[in-house]
């Protein structure tokens, strides 16, 4: 299934519903893992900056075939 796109271009382009679906998850669990560290810190645990970066959800997604 394709779903339509409107890119901030304004350019309407088709993508996989599919992986549509997989981008707004891995922006979703990218903004938890970021609230986290910024909610961590605020209460002075202090997650580290390196543990942000190697454990971040990349704002990728791998097509499924």
Do not use: H, Y
């Not at 304004?10 to 997989?22: K, M, N, Q, Y």
């Not at 707004?24 to 900056?49: F, K, T």
């Amino acid at each position: 299934m394709m779903k339509k796109l409107k890119a901030k271009i304004g350019t309407v382009i088709d993508f996989p519903a599919e992986a549509l679906r997989s981008l707004v998850v891995d922006a979703g669990l990218s903004r938890a893992l970021r609230m986290r560290a910024d909610r961590a810190a605020a209460c002075g645990s202090g997650i580290s900056q390196e543990w942000l970066l190697e454990n971040e959800v990349p704002l990728t997604t791998v097509e499924r075939g």
